[in-house]
């Protein structure tokens, strides 16, 4: 009896794998690039034509193969790279699939020369859709020449995929940017359509990124740090840099270049407040771990990687940039200080409490436990931490009470007890409970969805939430950044605060965000208000200012204004007074 089940012919198998390994040209250049580089070459070449759909080439100097693996190679899984799964953790080497030449030479025509330093002779082999046309002997130097012409010819499906010409061959140019930068030490060349785009000698890192980016010298900030988790080697772009070259960001995990939200995240937190918003740090940064602690056996084309250590990654990566910043001094800038200064007058700063200083060559991000004095990193994390109004946007996009204090009638103004706000207003005595004063205003403010500035913190923090609280969180998540706070999960059940509202900017994140998870379980499932109201109501009232904290005069004026500025200020939703008047009549009743 025969079944229905059949093995996949060889060639089919390799056209399925194909899809997943090439996806578009530049995958076949990177693949070819990657293999350059693994033999150990020292000048590596790349011609394209047409967006790589008709012709790639590369050219290499590397040790090239003798006739026996001049053949092996288009086989499936044929690799010289590793022998069996334990060599996966000790991985030195771009490839070790053995997938990519079978994979490439199954959906277009390949020809390749190689030689290697043992044979006198070179091979020259021709591939057309997987099938072997030519294997020949040929006159060659030592290294190997890999032509891919017509891709996708034999699966027109395929071929309708690809974008326009221009299209790919900026993919291919970044996968050759990527490369390029991982190995400073091998000549690059790069033609398109027989024109030489670009050539890189060999040399450091900084004259590769100078080369590549065409830079000055002194935008880029050495930034390097060895630490037992990771070493962190590469330039940082001064924040200058940032507006120009946005989006120009390049991690590199063990020099295999890769994608990482949370890591992109930790650098650009690490600019704290120098980034403009939307604004996009400029970096080429290498990272080496211990390669039994990274599995890169995700997937062939994506760029993730699985770090076992990634929040100390995380952390100590935000601290490697903070700490570089700091030591260049290339924070804060002349405006960022005006902003901040000129910010704080009513924070009650003293602006002459900062004094730019010499940076603490000291300072060490990784030694947390350590009592520490007032350092000079620390004036500039106070600094930091000081409100600044993003200056890209528009002023009034940012909310600010429709008028001033001083417009209206407010005379004779003192705090009793540190929690309320005794004043004479419109000739009226009032007494007006400051903390849900101020909560009231902040929820009014949240109801008009205007932009609420945040204020990145020098130092991060993250919280574990039980599995309930870290659902809950991920369902209001955006809400709550649109609220001022800047917050990501952060691995199993724990999240990140990166950033608060300004005005809570010294207050204990960590905390406040809990609090607000918890009001807002107790104002939605309880309660039964909806879902932005609940999240709004909670917020106001942990953002807000609590009782017993002392307010100056002008902070005492201006929550009154603003207060009598919001559309309900006698009550609160919870129907609890806000501001009691004291009427004439009310108070010669007390004597009655
Ligand atoms: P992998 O790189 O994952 O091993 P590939 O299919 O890309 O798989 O390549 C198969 C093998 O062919 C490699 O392991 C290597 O031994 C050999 N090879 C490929 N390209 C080159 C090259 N440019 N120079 C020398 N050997 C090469
Ligand atoms: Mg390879």
Not at 229 to 252: A, D, E, H, M, W
Request: proline share 3%; hydrophobic share 35%; glycine share 6%.
């Amino acid at each position: 009896m025969s079944g229905i089940i059949q093995l996949l012919p060889e060639r089919t198998a390799n056209q399925i794998a194909a899809g997943e390994v090439v996806q578009r040209p530049a995958s076949v250049v990177k693949e070819l690039l990657e293999n350059a580089v693994d033999a150990g070459s020292t000048i590596i070449k790349l011609y394209i034509k047409n967006g790589g759909c008709t012709h790639i080439q590369v050219d290499d100097n590397g040790k090239g193969m003798n006739v026996f693996d001049a053949r092996m190679c288009w086989e499936r899984h044929a690799t010289s790279k590793i022998t069996k799964a334990e060599d996966l953790y000790n991985l030195d080497t771009l490839g070790f699939r053995g997938e990519a030449l079978a994979s490439i030479a199954s959906v277009s025509e390949v020809e390749m020369r190689t030689k290697s330093a043992s044979e006198s002779v070179g091979t020259r082999i021709v591939i057309n859709a997987g099938t072997l046309e030519t294997q020949e002997n040929t006159a060659a130097t030592q290294g190997t020449s890999i032509t891919v012409k017509n891709l996708f010819y034999n699966i027109p499906a395929r071929k309708n995929f690809l974008k326009s010409i221009s299209v790919e061959t900026k993919h291919i140019f970044e996968e050759y940017q990527r490369i390029a930068l991982a190995y400073p030490a091998i000549g690059f060349e790069f033609y398109n359509q027989d024109k030489n785009l670009s050539k890189l000698k060999k040399g450091d890192l900084k004259t590769r990124i100078i080369e590549l980016f065409n830079l000055k010298e002194e935008e880029l900030i050495d930034a390097t740090e060895e630490t037992e988790i990771v070493n962190i080697s590469g330039y940082i772009g001064s924040p200058k840099l940032t507006k120009r070259t946005r989006g120009n960001q390049y991690l590199f995990a063990n020099g295999r270049f890769i994608k990482d939200h949370y890591l992109n995240h930790a650098i650009s937190s690490g600019y704290g407040g120098l980034l403009e918003d939307k604004s996009y740090p400029f970096f080429i940064l290498f990272l080496e771990v211990d390669p039994a602690k990274i599995d890169v056996n995700i997937h062939p084309t994506k760029h993730e990687v699985k770090f076992e250590d990634g929040r100390h990654v995380y952390t100590l990566l935000q601290s490697v940039i903070k700490k570089t910043l700091g030591a260049h001094f290339v924070i804060p800038t002349d405006t960022q200080l005006h902003n901040a200064l000129g910010y704080s007058n009513t924070s009650g700063n003293n602006p002459s409490s900062y004094e730019p200083t010499s940076p603490n060559m000291r300072f060490n991000p990784f030694d947390k436990a350590k009592e520490r004095t007032a350092t000079d990193w620390e004036k500039l994390d106070d600094l930091l931490n000081t409100p600044v109004r993003p200056s890209t946007k528009p002023q009034q996009e940012i909310w600010a009470a429709p008028e001033t204090a001083s417009t209206i009638e407010i005379d004779d103004i003192f705090q009793v007890e540190n929690a309320f706000i005794i004043a004479k207003i419109a000739g009226e005595l009032s007494v007006i409970n400051q903390h849900r004063a101020h909560a009231q205003v902040l929820y009014e403010r949240y109801q008009l969805n205007q932009l609420i500035a945040s204020q990145q913190l020098l130092f991060p923090r993250t919280i574990e939430l039980s599995k309930a609280d870290y659902a809950l969180y991920l369902d209001i998540q955006d809400q709550i950044n649109a609220l001022g706070f800047d917050t990501s999960e952060f691995g199993k059940n724990a999240i990140i605060i990166n950033g608060l509202p300004s005005e809570l900017s010294k207050v204990d994140g960590a905390n406040v965000v809990i609090q607000i998870l918890d009001d807002f379980k107790t104002n939605y499932q309880d309660l039964k208000i909806n879902k932005t109201d609940a999240i709004r109501q909670a917020t106001a009232k942990n953002a807000a200012i609590k009782a017993g904290k002392t307010l100056s005069m002008i902070e005492m004026k201006s929550l009154v204004s603003d207060l009598l500025h919001c559309k309900q200020y006698t009550v609160d939703s919870a129907g609890k007074s806000i501001i009691i008047k004291l009427s004439k009549s009310s108070l010669e009743r007390f004597f009655h």
